[in-house]
C-alpha cells in the first residue's frame, strides 16, 4: 500500500547528515583554489580615534606580499539596512572600535602576512570613546557619527497603543521593575570565511560561509561597482550561524577587492578572537518595565522602555530596537502599551542580531516580572498566564495579526510532563522549578530592503529520466533547511527526498531567497517550493490525465508513480509520466514563489514584528542552585513548542534542542563583556558556552496548531524555543533559594551577592537600579485595531 | 592578527643527558615543551617568541610511574591521562588529576607541565593584538601590572590543579641539571611571584614527583564554573595524618587560584592541630583561611566572590576528608 503521506511528518536525518558525519562536507574554509592567496586584516588598537596617515611601503616590500588595501580603495559605505549605511569595509577616516578592520592584506603565506601586518605604518590621532549606555545617552562625548560632540543616540521611538496611563490609575496592581540583559555573541563553532576569485572575463566568485547570498551579492554590487551579472556570490554549507553571518562583512568584500587587485584568488578566514570582534551578536539591553494588572490577574496596560547598546555601527540595530517593543503583544493579551526605545552607539564592536533578534532580552523581563506578579497577587504562575493568553485569529494592540496559536497547548503540557503545580513552592530549599512562555515570528514580514518582488522563489527542473533537482537561495546553516526543501518537494511529488537533488544558496544558479534569518526559511521557502512542486505536480497529471482519459481529480501521485486512485497497479512510473509530460509541453520546469501578505499596521515603524504566523513555546526548568557557592546545576528542561506542522519531526528536536542549550549559555554563562574598551576575553576558554557536561535531559514536546498559510501547516522552530528558557532559569532560580537575579548572564558571584543580601535583611534581589536620564520623543499615538477591546 | 606559530629551531632529545646538555647550552631564548598544551597557545599569541624549543616528550628517564622505596615516583612526563588512570597513583593524586580541564588536554599534557604551569592573568593570556591595545603589562614586557598598578610586582596566579593536592602529600621533586641534581620538597619550587614563579634554575630540569607513603587521608576541591575545561576559581587540597579518629597530628591546607604560587594556609593547619577535626573546627578553619588569604582581581569572577569562595572551598575538602575518616574508623570498628 503506498501511503500518500510518506515524507511530511517522518522522521528523517537531514539529507546531508552522513557528509557531516564523515567529515566530507566542502566548508568555506575547505575552499581552496590552486593560487590561493593568505589574507589577514590589519584592526585598531583604538577605540575611537582618526586614521591620519596609513603607510604600506615597508609592508608592501615584503617577499610573497602581493597586495595591500586600505579604505581609501573601498571609499562607499554600505550595511545590511538601507537606513544604516554606515560601515566601510576598511575604516576610511575613523576608527571607532578594537578591532575594526583598517588595511588587508594578501600574501603567499600566513607567515608573510601576519609579519606584513606589523609593517602597516598607521598614525592614528586618539579621541575620547562612549564605552557604556550611561556615556553614550548622559554625556556630551564625541559622536561617533557625524561631528563634534553631543549624545550618541543612534534611533529612539515612542509609540503608545490606547492609554497607558489611564489604564494604569485604574489596575489593582502595577509592578514595576528594572532588568538587565548583558549581552552576549553567537559564538558558532565556524569562524567566518570568505574566498574570492576574479576570471580574466571579469567575472567575480565569491564563496562564504554567509546566511545571506543574496544581501552580500547586492552589497558587493555597491562596494565594488560591479554589475550584478559579474558577482557570484556561493553560500558555503555554515557551521554555525544563530544570525553572526548574516551581515555582509569587511573580510568578505576585502577578498573580493584583493583577488580584483591581484588576479588570484584570495582566502580570509577569521580568527576566533576576530569573530567576536566581528561579532554583530547579542545587544546588551537595559529595560525598564511597569505592567498593571486587575485584581483578578488580567493585564491593563504594559509600559516598557529598553535602552540598547548598539556598538560601533548599525548592523540590524534599528530592526533590534523595535523588536524589543514588537513582540511583548503577541502572547499575552495586552489592552494599553506604551514603548519607548533607544539605541546608542558606543566603541564597542557592534551588536546586531542573534537567534531571537531584540526579543529574548523583552521575554526575560516579561516572564520575570509576571512571577513577581504572580506572588503579589497571589495568583499560581500558571494560572496568571493562561488567563492572560493572547486568543488564536485575534490582532494585538499594536497591529500584529495573529494566526494559529497552540501556546495554550504548549503551557498545558510542559506544566503536566514536568508534575509543575506539585513541585513549585514545594521543592527542598535549594531545588526549583520555573516556567516560561515566548513567541517568534515565522519569518519578518517585509524585506530588509523595499521592493514588490517575491520575497522567495524556487526553481524545479525535472530531467528526461525523472531526476527532480530543486533550486533554491536558501542557505543551510546547519538548520536544515535543505533538508525541508526535500520534504515539502518530494512530499507533493510523491517521491523519496533522498531521489531530489537539491541545489542551494548560489547567486548564479539558483532563483531568490532573502536568506537564513528571522525564521523564515521554512515558511516561505517552503511555501515557494510547495507551489513549484505543485506546478510540476499539476502539470503531470493533465498531462497523464490526457492519456489515459482519466479526470485529474482521480489521479493520485505516490511512491514514484501516477495511477488512478484505488488502483495502484494502474497508470504508470515517474518517469514515464515525465518522458509523457516533456513529449507533450515540452521542457518540464516550474517556478513557484512566496510573498507574505500585506501586514502592516498604520503607524511608522509597523514593518517590524510583523510575520505571516508565530510560533509558540513554553518552558520548565528544574534546577539545583548551591547556596554557598552560587552555581546552577541544570537538572531538566520541558520545552513545548508549537510549530504549526513538524514537517520532519527528528530536526523539530533538534532546533528544540539546540535552542535550549543555547538559552541555557545564555541564562548562566554566556557574556560578550568588556573592560573599558577591551575585550574581557576574546577566546573560547574566557567566554563560556556550556560544554557537554552541563547540558541536561531535555524533554521536547511538539505541539501542532496547523496554521493555515504555512506549508503543510509549518511554522518556526530555529529561534522561538530559546526565548523562554533564560526567564524560566531565573524564575526556577528564585523558586530554588528566594533571590531574584534581574541580569543575565546569572553568574555565581550575583547568587552569593543576592544571598548575602538577602541574609543581612537588605534586598532580595540582584539587578540593575535605574536606567539613564533619557528624553525620548514625542509619543506617537496609534488607534488599536478596529474591534480591538471589544470582548 | 597572528593566529600561526612562529618560526623556531625544534630539538626532540631522547637522554636526560642529552636534554639536560641541550638547556644548558641553549640560550636564555630556549624553552623545553613537556606537552604543549599550555606553551604553543602562548607562542601563538606570541607570548613566548623562543628561537628554540627543546620536547621532552622523548625523555625516557622522564616517563613512567613506578613505586620503589616506600613512594610513588612519578616521571614528570607521565601524561596526566596515565597519571588518572594508574593504579599506582594515590587516588587523592588521581582525583585531582582528572579535574585537570578536559580529556583531549589531558591526552597531551604532562604530571610535570601542570606542575610548572606558568602563571595566569587576564592580561597576559590574550591574543597579541588584544595585548597591543590595551598596553603590555608587568609579565608582557611593559612596566605596569594592570592588576595593581601602584605596586611593582606580578599578581599573575598559580592555577595548577596537581599542586596543592601534591604538596599536600608531602610531596618531593627531583631536579635534575648538568651539573648535578637535587630532591626538594615541591611546595619550595615556588615562589610567590607572577613572573619568577618557579625557583628552580633555568638549567634545571624537573624529573620526577615522588609521593612518600604516609598514612594520610587527602582530598582536592576545585570549584570551577563548567564541568571541564575551566581553570579553578579557587582549588583547595587538604591532608592530614592520623593517630586515631578525629584527633589529627600533621594537616595541610593548600590553595590554587589565589596567590602566584600554591598558598598553604598554616593558621588554619595549626588550628586544627591543635583543636583537632569536628564539624565546629572545620568551620572554624575555613573561615581562618578566609581570613588570611587575599584575591585580586585577575581571574574569572572577580576578586570579591572568589575571596567568597576560600572558606567554602576549605571547608568543603576538609568536610569530604572528615567523612573519609570517620567511614574508615567506622570500618576499622567492625573489624
Known amino acids: 500500500m503506498v501511503s500518500p503521506h510518506l515524507v511530511v511528518g517522518e522522521r528523517h536525518p537531514r539529507l546531508d547528515a552522513m557528509d557531516q558525519t564523515r567529515g566530507a562536507v566542502i566548508y568555506a574554509d575547505d575552499v581552496a583554489p590552486p593560487g590561493v592567496l593568505v589574507g589577514r586584516l590589519l584592526r585598531s588598537p583604538h577605540a575611537h580615534a582618526s586614521v591620519v596617515r596609513i603607510d604600506t611601503t615597508h609592508a608592501q616590500a615584503l617577499d610573497g606580499v602581493i597586495g595591500i588595501i586600505t579604505g581609501e580603495d573601498l571609499p562607499t559605505r554600505y550595511g545590511i539596512l538601507p537606513i544604516s549605511q554606515d560601515e566601510y569595509a576598511l575604516a576610511l577616516d575613523t576608527v571607532r572600535y578594537v578591532g575594526e578592520p583598517v588595511a588587508a592584506i594578501a600574501a603567499t603565506s600566513a607567515t608573510v602576512a601576519e609579519r606584513a601586518l606589523a609593517l602597516i605604518e598607521v598614525e592614528y590621532e586618539a579621541m575620547a570613546s562612549t564605552l557604556s549606555l550611561r556615556a553614550a545617552l548622559e554625556e556630551e562625548l564625541p559622536l561617533l557619527h557625524g561631528d563634534g560632540v553631543g549624545r550618541n543616540v543612534h534611533r529612539s521611538v515612542a509609540l503608545e497603543f490606547g492609554d497607558v496611563d489611564g489604564a494604569l490609575r485604574s489596575s489593582h496592581h502595577i509592578e514595576e521593575d528594572v532588568f538587565f540583559f548583558r549581552g552576549n555573541t553567537h559564538a558558532a563553532l565556524e569562524a567566518h570565511s570568505a574566498t574570492a576569485s576574479y576570471s580574466p572575463q571579469g567575472k567575480l566568485t565569491l564563496t562564504s560561509s554567509t546566511q545571506v547570498p543574496h544581501y552580500v551579492h547586492r552589497t558587493l554590487e555597491k562596494v565594488l561597482g560591479l554589475p550584478s551579472g559579474k558577482i557570484r556570490v556561493i553560500a558555503a554549507p555554515v557551521g554555525g550561524g544563530f544570525g553572526g553571518k548574516t551581515d555582509p562583512f569587511s573580510h568578505e568584500i576585502a577578498a573580493a577587492k584583493l583577488a580584483m587587485l591581484t588576479g588570484r584568488p584570495v582566502k580570509f578566514t577569521l580568527s576566533r578572537e576576530e569573530v567576536f570582534y566581528t561579532h554583530r551578536g547579542r545587544h546588551p539591553v537595559l529595560m525598564w518595565l511597569k505592567t498593571g494588572f486587575s485584581a483578578d490577574g488580567n493585564i491593563t496596560a504594559v509600559h516598557f522602555r529598553s535602552f540598547l547598546d548598539g556598538g560601533a555601527y548599525g548592523s540590524y540595530g534599528v530592526a533590534t530596537l523595535y523588536y524589543t517593543g514588537a513582540l511583548q503583544a503577541t502572547t499575552y493579551r495586552i489592552p494599553n502599551y506604551r514603548f519607548e526605545g533607544v539605541r546608542a552607539f558606543t566603541n564597542k564592536p557592534p551588536c546586531g542580531p542573534k537567534r531571537g533578534n531584540g526579543t529574548p532580552q523583552p521575554r526575560f523581563a516579561i516572564e520575570c516580572q509576571l512571577d513577581k506578579a504572580s506572588e503579589a497577587l497571589g495568583i499560581d504562575p500558571v494560572a496568571l498566564r493562561l488567563r492572560n493568553l493572547v486568543e488564536p485569529y485575534s490582532s494585538t494592540v499594536n497591529h500584529l495579526r495573529i494566526t494559529s496559536s497552540g501556546l495554550k497547548e504548549c503551557i498545558e503540557r510542559v506544566v503536566a510532563a514536568s508534575d509543575f503545580d506539585a513541585r513549585h513552592g514545594r521543592l527542598a530549599d535549594g531545588r526549583g522549578i520555573g516556567i516560561a512562555v515566548g513567541s517568534y515570528m515565522s519569518g519578518a514580514g517585509l524585506p530588509i530592503y523595499w521592493n514588490d518582488m517575491p520575497q522567495s522563489e524556487v526553481e524545479i527542473r525535472v530531467d528526461r529520466g525523472g531526476g527532480v533537482t530543486v533550486l533554491s537561495m536558501a542557505a543551510d546553516i546547519g538548520q536544515g533547511s535543505t533538508s525541508m526543501l526535500a520534504t515539502v518537494v518530494a512530499h507533493r511529488l510523491g517521491l523519496r527526498m533522498e531521489d531530489l537533488n537539491l541545489v542551494t544558496g548560489d547567486t548564479d544558479l539558483t532563483p531568490i531567497d532573502l536568506g537564513s534569518y528571522s525564521s523564515r526559511v521554512t515558511f516561505m521557502a517552503g511555501n515557494a517550493a510547495l507551489d513549484a512542486a505543485t506546478a510540476v505536480r499539476q502539470q503531470i497529471l493533465s498531462v497523464v490525465g490526457r492519456k489515459l482519459e482519466v479526470d485529474v481529480a482521480d489521479l493520485e501521485l505516490a511512491g514514484a508513480r501516477v495511477f488512478v486512485r484505488g488502483d495502484e497497479e494502474s497508470g504508470m512510473s515517474w518517469s514515464e509520466a515525465v518522458q509523457l509530460t516533456i513529449a507533450s509541453d515540452g521542457p518540464l520546469l516550474a517556478t513557484g514563489s512566496y510573498r507574505a501578505p500585506e501586514l502592516a499596521g498604520p503607524y511608522r515603524g509597523s514593518g517590524v514584528g510583523i510575520s505571516p504566523a508565530y510560533s509558540y513555546s513554553a518552558c520548565v526548568v528544574l534546577l539545583a542552585c548551591d547556596r554557598d557557592t552560587g552555581m546552577v546545576e541544570i537538572e531538566r528542561v520541558w520545552l513545548a513548542h508549537d510549530v504549526g506542522k513538524a514537517l520532519n519531526p527528528l530536526l523539530v528536536e533538534g532546533q528544540i534542542e539546540g535552542g535550549v542549550y543555547m538559552g541555557l549559555g545564555e541564562a548562566l554563562f554566556e557574556e560578550q563583556s568588556f573592560r573599558g574598551a577591551h575585550h574581557r576575553g576574546p577566546s573560547l576558554l574566557d567566554y563560556k558556552i556550556p560544554t557537554a557536561l552541563e547540558m541536561p535531559p531535555v524533554e521536547t514536546i511538539i505541539v501542532e496548531s496547523d496554521d493555515p498559510e504555512g506549508p503543510y501547516g509549518a511554522k518556526e522552530v530555529g529561534q522561538g524555543p530559546l526565548l523562554p528558557v533564560i526567564p524560566a532559569v531565573a524564575n526556577a532560580i528564585h523558586d530554588a533559594i528566594g533571590v531574584r537575579i534581574d541580569e543575565v548572564p546569572i553568574t555565581p558571584d550575583k547568587v552569593v551577592a543576592a544571598l548575602r543580601s538577602a541574609e543581612r535583611g537588605r534586598s532580595t534581589r540582584f539587578g540593575p537600579s535605574g536606567v539613564p536620564a533619557f528624553e525620548f520623543p514625542e509619543i506617537t499615538r496609534v488607534e488599536p485595531p478596529v474591534g480591538f477591546g471589544v470582548t | ?335
Not at chain 2, 651539573?179 to 613572573?195: F, H, K, Q, S
Open chain 2, 1 to 335: 592578527m597572528t593566529t600561526h606559530l612562529p618560526t623556531f629551531d625544534y630539538r626532540r632529545p631522547t637522554s636526560l643527558g642529552e636534554a639536560v646538555r641541550l638547556i644548558s647550552s641553549g640560550g636564555s631564548s630556549t624553552v623545553v615543551m613537556a606537552g604543549g598544551t599550555d606553551l604553543v597557545p602562548k607562542m601563538k599569541r606570541r607570548q613566548l617568541t623562543p628561537s628554540t624549543v627543546i620536547s621532552l616528550s622523548r625523555v625516557t628517564e622522564m616517563q613512567g610511574i613506578r613505586y620503589q622505596d616506600g613512594a610513588t615516583t612519578i616521571g614528570s612526563g607521565t601524561l596526566l591521562r596515565e597519571v588518572v588512570a594508574s593504579r599506582l597513583v594515590p587516588e587523592p593524586l588521581r582525583l585531582a588529576a582528572a579535574t585537570v580541564a578536559s580529556p583531549h588536554v589531558r591526552n597531551t599534557a604532562t604530571i610535570g607541565g601542570n606542575l610548572c604551569l606558568d602563571t595566569r592573568c587576564n592580561y597576559i593570556d590574550m591574543p597579541e593584538g588584544w595585548r597591543i591595545a590595551n598596553g603590555h603589562c608587568l609579565k608582557d614586557g611593559g612596566d605596569t601590572c594592570w592588576v595593581a598598578p601602584r605596586q611593582e610586582r606580578c599578581w599573575a596566579v598559580h592555577a595548577s590543579d596537581v599542586s596543592p593536592i601534591a604538596i599536600a602529600m608531602h610531596t618531593n621533586v627531583r631536579l635534575v641539571s648538568e651539573t648535578g641534581e637535587r630532591i626538594i620538597p615541591l611546595e619550595d619550587l615556588y615562589a610567590n611571584d607572577g613572573i619568577n614563579n618557579l625557583t628552580k634554575r633555568r638549567d634545571e630540569l624537573l624529573v620526577e614527583l615522588k609521593i612518600p607513603s604516609i598514612e594520610m587521608r587527602a582530598s582536592y576541591y576545585k570549584l570551577r564554573r563548567r564541568g571541564a575545561i575551566d581553570f579553578a576559581l579557587v582549588g583547595a587540597a587538604a591532608s592530614f595524618a592520623l593517630e586515631e579518629a578525629g584527633s589529627a597530628e600533621d594537616v595541610r591546607i593548600v590553595l590554587t587560584g589565589i596567590a602566584s604560587a600554591p598558598v598553604r594556609v598554616f593558621e588554619a593547619e595549626q588550628f586544627l592541630v591543635a583543636e583537632g577535626l569536628s564539624p565546629g573546627s572545620i568551620v572554624e578553619a575555613a573561615g581562618i583561611a578566609g581570613s588570611c588569604v587575599r584575591t585580586q582581581d585577575n581571574t574569572d569572577l572577580g576578586s570579591r566572590y572568589r575571596k567568597w569562595m576560600i572558606p567554602v572551598a576549605v571547608q568543603r575538602v576538609l568536610e569530604g576528608l572528615a567523612m573519609n575518616t570517620n567511614e574508615r574508623s567506622a570500618d576499622r570498628g567492625t573489624d
